[in-house]
């Protein structure tokens, strides 16, 4: 394992993961540079890291012109070497039925988890080629190699950083970049505070009985999740390593979990699946008259009209 010191970059470093992994690496005596968009919670992690090689840099990853910013102080800072390693941990997810989160909701997890990762990365890239080093850790989640209820926008966001990740892993290779994936199982952060916030807004839904069911059990869930430094030191494998592993699960129990879902007949992980999120007749309460919608019936000429026009040729 090296020890090198390295210029490291992390991506929402103001909180939970990490924050956790900025101030560790800076431990361990690497340079680190602490990405966020909030210039306050910024200032508490260079507090925190007070006396150790930490530098704080503002980044929205959504925001193209942020990104190029930070990239100019990157280059500053590094007197145009660049990074020797990019942690793309920035991210949240919005929890509730996949059927009934709004097209908004999605868009913004899918403009952080995924379309933020590959902006960041692909900024970062040039200089990385040019030395023909560096190293790219992307943290996904456990939540992208199974599917749980409830977080399917969150999980489909990181089953597509999985697959990026290993195209990338193959074809930045020959540049002498490696790739590796960390997936992190039930963390003690402020993730599922964030995740349940607004599930008022599914008390319309037939899912509303099973939401509230799912929030008070969630509530419960905190003792069973690990500390962000089982993760931070994880990620600190990665940076460390000569050759790092293309996937790191941490807590190493979580295996337990993609091993069961690998090896259990589809149809019982299904039902363990509908149980843990009370989707059953009996938890939904679907034991009255079914459910109806009032809606207005299609006008198929509207939809033509509509249709023709969001295909006609832009002025």
Same mark, same amino acid.
């Given at each position: 394992m090296s020890t090198t010191s390295k210029l490291v970059l992390v991506t929402g470093a103001t909180a939970g993961i990490g924050r956790m992994t900025a101030i560790h690496l800076a431990k361990q005596g690497h340079r680190v540079i602490a990405t966020g968009r909030k210039p306050a919670e910024l200032a508490k992690v260079k507090l925190e890291a007070a006396g150790l090689s930490l530098e704080t840099v503002l980044l929205d990853v959504t925001s193209q012109a942020s990104i190029? =910013?930070?990239? =100019? *102080? $990157?280059?500053?800072?590094?007197?145009?070497?660049?990074?020797?390693?990019?942690?793309?941990?920035?991210?949240?997810?919005?929890?509730?039925?996949?059927? +009934?989160?709004?097209?908004?909701? /999605?868009?913004? %997890?899918? *403009?952080?988890?995924?379309?933020?990762?590959?902006? $960041?990365?692909?900024?970062?890239?040039?200089? /990385?080629? +040019?030395?023909?080093?560096?190293?790219?850790?992307?943290?996904?989640?456990?939540?992208?190699?199974?599917?749980?209820? @409830?977080?399917?926008?969150?999980?489909?966001? &990181? @089953?597509?950083? +999985?697959? #990026?990740?290993?195209?990338?892993? @193959?074809?930045?290779?020959?540049?002498?970049?490696?790739?590796?994936?960390? *997936?992190?199982?039930?963390?003690?952060?402020?993730? *599922?505070?964030?995740?349940?916030?607004?599930? +008022? %807004?599914?008390?319309?839904?037939?899912?509303? #009985?099973? /939401?509230?069911?799912?929030?008070? /059990?969630? &509530?419960?869930?905190?003792?069973?999740a690990s500390n962000p430094i089982v993760i931070a030191r994880a990620i600190a494998r990665a940076v460390n390593a000569g050759r790092p592993s293309a996937r790191y699960v941490a807590p190493r129990s979580t295996n337990m979990i993609i091993w069961m879902s690998a090896l259990l007949p589809t149809r019982m992980w299904d039902w363990m699946m509908r149980k843990v999120g009370f989707l059953t007749p009996k938890a939904l309460d679907l034991s009255g008259s079914p459910v109806t919608h009032d809606r207005q019936p299609i006008d198929v000429s509207v939809v033509k009209r509509t249709s023709a026009e969001a295909h006609a040729p832009a002025n």
């Open positions: 190029a =910013a930070a990239v =100019a *102080e $990157v280059d500053r800072i590094s007197k145009g070497r660049g990074l020797d390693v990019l942690v793309n941990n920035a991210g949240f997810g919005i929890l509730g039925p996949t059927s +009934e989160i709004t097209d908004a909701d /999605m868009r913004r %997890q899918y *403009e952080t988890n995924v379309f933020g990762l590959m902006n $960041v990365t692909r900024a970062f890239l040039p200089k /990385m080629r +040019e030395r023909r080093a560096g190293r790219i850790i992307n943290v996904s989640s456990v939540g992208g190699r199974i599917t749980l209820p @409830y977080f399917g926008v969150y999980n489909s966001t &990181k @089953y597509a950083v +999985e697959s #990026l990740s290993d195209a990338l892993r @193959y074809e930045l290779r020959p540049f002498g970049i490696d790739v590796a994936l960390i *997936e992190p199982g039930v963390i003690r952060t402020n993730f *599922e505070a964030t995740a349940v916030s607004g599930l +008022e %807004q599914f008390a319309s839904t037939p899912y509303a #009985l099973a /939401m509230r069911k799912y929030e008070n /059990m969630s &509530k419960t869930a905190d003792r069973f």
